[in-house]
């Protein structure tokens, strides 16, 4: 079967010692997103993330999905379908968040 292709937002948490994040992340408490616009499987979008320092994002809050909207729309001006880091690859409709 073909795997689907979405563009995925990556999520670094900030260390203690630092302030701000990269250039061209987003901060949102003591997280830094980033959206990335190249689509990718689910699996190649959470090793890209992990090689950059994070993981796909993972959303705990209303306000943390309302800030991710926010930045998804900002970057596309739509809603494109975007990977985060829940994922039913062991059993369908049952979503976890995996780090590989």
Same mark, same amino acid.
Not at 67 to 90: C, K, M, S, Y
């Given at each position: 079967?073909?795997? %689907?292709?979405? $563009?995925?937002?990556?999520?670094?948490?900030?260390?203690? %010692?630092?302030?701000?994040?990269?250039?061209?992340?987003? $901060?949102?408490?003591? $997280?830094?997103?980033?959206?990335?616009?190249? +689509?990718?499987?689910?699996?190649? +979008? $959470?090793?890209?993330?992990?090689?950059?320092?994070?993981?796909?994002?993972?959303?705990?809050?209303?306000?943390?999905?309302?800030? #991710?909207?926010?930045?998804?729309?900002?970057?596309?001006?739509?809603?494109?379908?975007?990977?985060?880091?829940?994922?039913?690859?062991?059993? #369908?409709?049952?979503?976890?968040?995996?780090?590989?």
């Amino acid at each position: 079967s073909k795997e %689907m292709l979405k $563009q995925l937002l990556l999520r670094l948490s900030l260390s203690y %010692m630092k302030k701000d994040c990269p250039d061209g992340w987003f $901060q949102f408490g003591h $997280q830094c997103f980033s959206f990335i616009s190249s +689509a990718k499987t689910w699996i190649e +979008a $959470q090793i890209f993330c992990q090689f950059d320092g994070g993981n796909l994002a993972s959303i705990h809050s209303y306000e943390e999905n309302r800030f #991710v909207q926010t930045l998804t729309r900002g970057n596309t001006h739509d809603f494109p379908e975007t990977w985060i880091g829940g994922t039913d690859a062991i059993h #369908v409709w049952k979503y976890f968040y995996l780090i590989i």
